[in-house]
């Protein structure tokens, strides 16, 4: 059975153009089903911000045969060494809505019980370069409902040029995530998902688009000095 793995890294800014020009790919690295390499962003920063345009933090999303297949990536090719020391999270599909190429996103669906356990949601979208300005007009106000959501734990949003966008966030529960996204949260101006989404409706923004949705199977190392990210008791400080 496949697995999925979300790295974050932080690297000099030599190794981030190398990164990004020469990702890890799965004619190279046995094993490797697909992987993105993109730039982190911070959800809701401003349109011309350095965060938005590039960063030396590093996210790689990927999809293994197996857990062999991951191991031996971390502990034999160089990048995967770094990324062993970095954080990251082992993952389970659950569900999926929409489709991307690329990633081998199983047909069936498991439902484990996420009322008491985090549950990570992921988007991945190639974009129609003629509707990003309206895209980040309707997708900034999400992305910070998000990101000062008190439902997550950690959320980012991520880039690779010259097209594909990310969003990446872990909720304490699935039912504060399903909440945020039909607009029954606790926080202000709640209903900026669904808004997004009716404009989407009538003329969409992306080529591709999918939302995915993961069970955690185990979290490794620290990221900005903090760890445990998916212990349903972390809060933000």
């Avoid at 160089?78 to 659950?94: D, E, H, I």
């Amino acid at each position: 059975m496949s697995i999925f793995t979300y790295h974050l890294i932080k690297l000099p800014i030599i190794q981030v153009f190398k990164n990004m020009i020469f990702p890890i790919n799965s004619n190279k690295i046995e094993g490797l089903i697909y992987a993105e390499t993109m730039s982190a962003m911070i959800l809701g920063s401003a349109i011309f911000s350095k965060s938005r345009i590039f960063s030396r933090e590093v996210v790689v999303f990927a999809q293994w045969e197996n857990e062999k297949a991951l191991a031996d990536f971390l502990s034999t090719h160089s990048f995967g060494k770094k990324l062993n020391k970095s954080w990251f999270l082992k993952l389970q599909f659950v569900r999926q809505w929409g489709n991307i190429s690329g990633f081998h996103i199983p047909e069936t669906s498991n439902q484990p019980n996420t009322e008491i356990n985090p549950v990570v949601a992921i988007t991945l979208a190639r974009m129609k370069f003629l509707q990003i300005p309206r895209f980040i007009r309707w997708g900034r106000p999400v992305e910070k409902l998000v990101r000062d959501h008190s439902g997550t734990t950690l959320s980012l949003a991520s880039i690779r040029y010259p097209n594909l966008v990310s969003t990446f966030s872990i909720w304490k529960t699935q039912k504060e995530m399903t909440d945020m996204v039909y607009g029954h949260s606790n926080m202000p101006k709640p209903k900026r998902h669904i808004d997004a989404m009716k404009e989407r409706n009538k003329k969409d923004f992306h080529y591709e688009l999918t939302t995915l949705r993961f069970k955690v199977l185990s979290e490794f190392g620290e990221w900005n000095g903090k760890s445990n990210f998916t212990v349903i008791n972390t809060t933000k400080e």
